[in-house]
């Protein structure tokens, strides 16, 4: 059986709050490297995007729980063309002759500096978000199958291992190899990935919760027993 075209209250919410947060991540927070002094732990050195890009995998885990992966693949490819979008338009910006006063010549370079690797950022997120995103899902989907939807906290957690290594293993690499130190980038990517994951396990009851109160209100709880897997298509 595949997923029936049929209307849900909040599903394009999701959708659009999907598409903000990978934005954000990807243009505000991704190109800058934060450290803080954390307790026990001391010096640590991560990503800005940390704040708010594992929302993202929430989001992805809560679509396939409720929704099912084909319609977590559309909240995907959605997130991508706004990214192209974002990424074409940074470029227009960018490269917009300015204005020849005193202010615009200072004011230029801060341009190009904020969003001049923005090809690059756009480009990791693409191939990994892509590649993490689907594998996140497809964990999901399968794990909901074999434990017959028990332990949600289980599938959540265990999803986001594998898909967020994946993710974060291919974004630094592709975004920032050869302008980050690669002692540092090493070291951000290893604190991004145990973050992130920390960060899915300690967003569990909230996901609960969460998933809890759109099963009820969607009268949905989709199982993925003969979807078709592939990531390139918008079909449910």
Same mark, same amino acid.
């Given at each position: 059986m595949t997923q029936t075209a049929r209307s849900y209250k909040y599903y394009d919410l999701i959708m659009a709050a999907f598409v903000c947060v990978l934005l954000c991540s990807n243009l505000i927070g991704a190109a800058k490297a934060a450290t803080l002094n954390l307790p026990l732990l001391g010096q640590v050195t991560f990503g800005a995007d940390l704040m708010f890009f594992p929302l993202s995998y929430i989001f992805g885990d809560i679509l396939t729980e409720v929704y099912g992966y084909g319609r977590d693949r559309r909240v995907v490819w959605a997130g991508f063309g706004a990214l192209l979008f974002a990424a074409f338009m940074a470029y227009v910006v960018v490269n917009l002759p300015p204005a020849q006063n005193e202010f615009m010549a200072v004011y230029q370079k801060q341009v190009e500096g904020v969003f001049g690797n923005t090809w690059r950022i756009v480009a990791g997120s693409m191939i990994a978000f892509c590649c993490g995103s689907f594998v996140n899902s497809f964990v999901m989907a399968k794990m909901k199958i074999l434990t017959q939807g028990r332990h949600l906290w289980a599938r959540t957690i265990g999803s986001t291992v594998v898909g967020q290594f994946v993710d974060t293993s291919f974004f630094f690499?592709? +975004? #920032?190899?050869? &302008?980050?130190? *690669?002692? *540092?980038?090493? +070291?951000?990517? &290893?604190? *991004?990935?145990? #973050? $992130?994951?920390?960060?899915?396990? +300690?967003?569990?009851?909230?996901?609960? $919760?969460v998933v809890g109160f759109l099963k009820r209100v969607e009268n949905e709880d989709f199982y993925d027993r003969n979807t078709n897997f592939t990531p390139f298509s918008i079909k449910l």
């Open positions: 690499v592709i +975004a #920032f190899w050869g &302008i980050w130190p *690669q002692e *540092q980038l090493i +070291a951000v990517t &290893i604190t *991004q990935y145990l #973050f $992130k994951t920390c960060w899915e396990a +300690a967003m569990t009851p909230i996901t609960y $919760k």
